[in-house]
C-alpha cells in the first residue's frame, strides 16, 4: 500500500490549501483514513478522519470549523480542505490508513502513512 500526499505549500495567514492523499490499493474505500500532522519540535498530533463511506467524519478542536476532510472512493483519494489556515496550522502533513473504524485520533491504530507534505503558513 502506498499513500502520496500532495498539495502543501507556503500561504498567508488566512489563506487557503487543499491537500490531496492518492492510495495504491483497489481496496482502499473499504477503509477508514486520516490526517495527523507535526510541527517543528513537537509530536505527531491528529487532524481529522474519515470513515470509509464519508457519512463520518471527525476533527480536531484546533481545526473544526477551519478544516474539512473528504474522500472520492472512486478516485482513490483523500482530501484535506485547509481554510482559515493559521501560523500553527505549520507542519508537515500525513495522510495514512487507519485499521480501526471506531477510533479516529490514535496514531497507533493506524498502519500506513504516506511520505507528508509541507504546510508553512506565515504571519
Known amino acids: 500500500v502506498q499513500l502520496q500526499a500532495s498539495g502543501g505549500g507556503l500561504v498567508q495567514a488566512g489563506g487557503s490549501l487543499r491537500l490531496s492523499c492518492a492510495a495504491s490499493?483497489?481496496?482502499?474505500?473499504?477503509?477508514?483514513m486520516g490526517w495527523f500532522r507535526q510541527a517543528p519540535g513537537k509530536e505527531r498530533e491528529f487532524v481529522a478522519g474519515?470513515?470509509?463511506?464519508?457519512?463520518?467524519?471527525n476533527y480536531a478542536d484546533s481545526v473544526k470549523g477551519r478544516f474539512t476532510i473528504s474522500r472520492d472512493n472512486a478516485k482513490n483519494t483523500v482530501y484535506l480542505q485547509m481554510n482559515s489556515l493559521k501560523p500553527e496550522d505549520t507542519g508537515v502533513y500525513y495522510c495514512?490508513?487507519?485499521?480501526?473504524?471506531?477510533?479516529?485520533?490514535?496514531?497507533?491504530?493506524?498502519?500506513?502513512w504516506g511520505q507528508g507534505t509541507l504546510v508553512t503558513v506565515s504571519s
Open positions: 490499493q483497489r481496496t482502499f474505500s473499504r477503509y477508514t
Open positions: 495514512a490508513r487507519n485499521t480501526d473504524p471506531r477510533v479516529y485520533d490514535t496514531a497507533r491504530l493506524y498502519d500506513y
Open positions: 474519515i470513515s470509509w463511506s464519508g457519512g463520518n467524519t
